[in-house]
């Protein structure tokens, strides 16, 4: 017969919080883990139910906004400190990794309750010889962050979403961060280790930093997007990061937006996405008969892509007579190239509306546009 694997048990102290919800959103597609949970809210009593049947514990319960001082030292230590006990006293092998912070560093109310919360877990890993991970997180930001509580991105991008003021105190702040889907990625795995040994202060995610003003000019610039459709350069991580944690603030009601059509005998035209690093991308309707173009580049280069329709795209050299055609059609989709120095067109050569996708390797300027009439 074969063997049914053992279901791991991971309790989750603190997973109706923003690092909690995220890393339970993961761990629940893996049938192999039961996942435990304990928040603020639940009675001490699931707590030490958990403590007494998990294999292992993610520790991201903490205090970090709390009404009064001592609860810094009484939930970020104390609930450590009772975490550790209650496992020391099954004296089985059960893994433990600690959400700590930089501010453990720091002297200040909360880096030093986060210190001690290292300190119980130091003493736990030597007491019981049990795995031990210590994650010390700068700022994070991602889906699901409170704003007004969890992080200055959470809040600068729901303010801006909605429209709402955001206060900048020092736009020179020098801001550290961590993207919430790589910390919980570094998370899992430290979960799948299992050799035991010295504790660690575990890494595995990128951090970034950025200036409070750059970080409010980036998100603001993403709100500009749905009227210049100027894309951000995405081969910045970060960039990419805060925009997939802008898009997460947009009220519900808020998800489309419309696009300024250029309407005329031919049809219409829209631009989609602009890009500084790659251009432009723009749509194009034809009615039938129609032909667009008759125009050359000197240095700007494009793609046409007939995805509806039926059509007829013609090319000259610009210095010889020879016609090149070729026929497209949204049926079978093609790519053509328009290299420079050749005159072009496009004309729709069926009986309903030809759909043209259209790339361009810069955005139009009209004040220098590179684009020359010349007929086919």
């Known amino acids: 017969m074969e063997e049914v694997s053992k279901v791991r048990k991971i309790l989750i102290t603190g997973s109706a919080g923003f690092l909690g919800q995220n890393l339970i959103s993961v761990l629940r597609r893996n049938q192999s883990i039961e996942i435990l949970e304990f928040d603020k809210e639940d009675d001490i009593s699931v707590l030490y139910t958990a403590l007494d049947i998990c294999d292992a514990v993610v520790h991201l319960a903490g205090e970090n906004r709390p009404d009064d001082i001592d609860d810094f030292m009484k939930v970020n230590a104390g609930l450590t400190g009772l975490v550790t006990s209650c496992l020391e006293k099954r004296g089985e092998s059960v893994q433990i990794i600690y959400s700590s912070s930089i501010q453990a560093e ?3 109310p909360y880096g030093r309750s986060k210190k001690a919360g290292e300190q119980e877990l130091l003493s736990y890993a030597e007491k019981t010889g049990n795995r031990v991970g210590i994650f010390r997180f700068p700022n994070l930001f ?9 992080s200055v991105v959470s809040t600068f991008c729901h303010n801006i979403a909605h429209g709402q003021e955001i206060v900048i105190s020092d736009r020179n702040n020098l ?18 280790e299992t050799e035991v040994g010295k504790p660690l202060f575990c890494g595995g995610f990128a951090s970034y930093e950025i200036t409070l003003g750059n970080l409010a000019d980036t998100l603001s610039s993403f709100k500009k997007m749905r009227k210049n459709s100027i894309l951000p350069d995405f081969a910045n991580p970060l960039t990419k990061r805060l925009y997939t944690t802008y898009l997460s603030y947009l009220a519900k009601d808020d998800f489309a937006y419309p696009v300024e059509m250029k309407r005329d005998t031919r049809g219409f035209l829209f631009e989609l996405l602009k890009s500084k690093h790659s ?8 009615h039938p008969g ?11 280069v494009e793609k046409f892509c ?5 059509g ?13 055609s070729y026929d497209v059609n949204g049926d079978n989709i093609q790519v053509v190239d328009i290299p420079p120095g050749y005159t072009h067109s496009i004309k729709n050569t069926g009986d309903s509306e030809m759909i043209v996708l259209f790339w361009a390797n810069e955005i139009f300027n009209p004040d220098q546009p590179d684009t020359y009439y010349e007929e086919v």
Do not use: C
């Not at 991602?142 to 969890?150: D, F, I, L």
């Not at 801001?175 to 799948?192: M, N, S």
């Not at 129609?290 to 700007?300: E, P, V």
């Not at 007829?312 to 090149?324: V, Y």
């Open 306 to 310: 007939v995805i509806s329709g039926n």
């Open 312 to 324: 007829t795209i013609k090319f000259r050299h610009i210095l010889d007579d020879k016609i090149l």
């Open 142 to 150: 991602g889906k699901w962050s409170r704003p007004n509580y969890n």
């Open 279 to 286: 251009g432009q991308i723009f749509i194009s309707k034809t």
């Open 290 to 300: 129609i032909t667009r173009g008759n125009h050359f580049h000197d240095s700007k």
């Open 106 to 108: 720091r002297d200040n």
């Open 175 to 192: 801001l550290k961060l961590a993207y919430i889907d790589d910390v919980t990625a570094a998370i899992i795995q430290e979960l799948t």
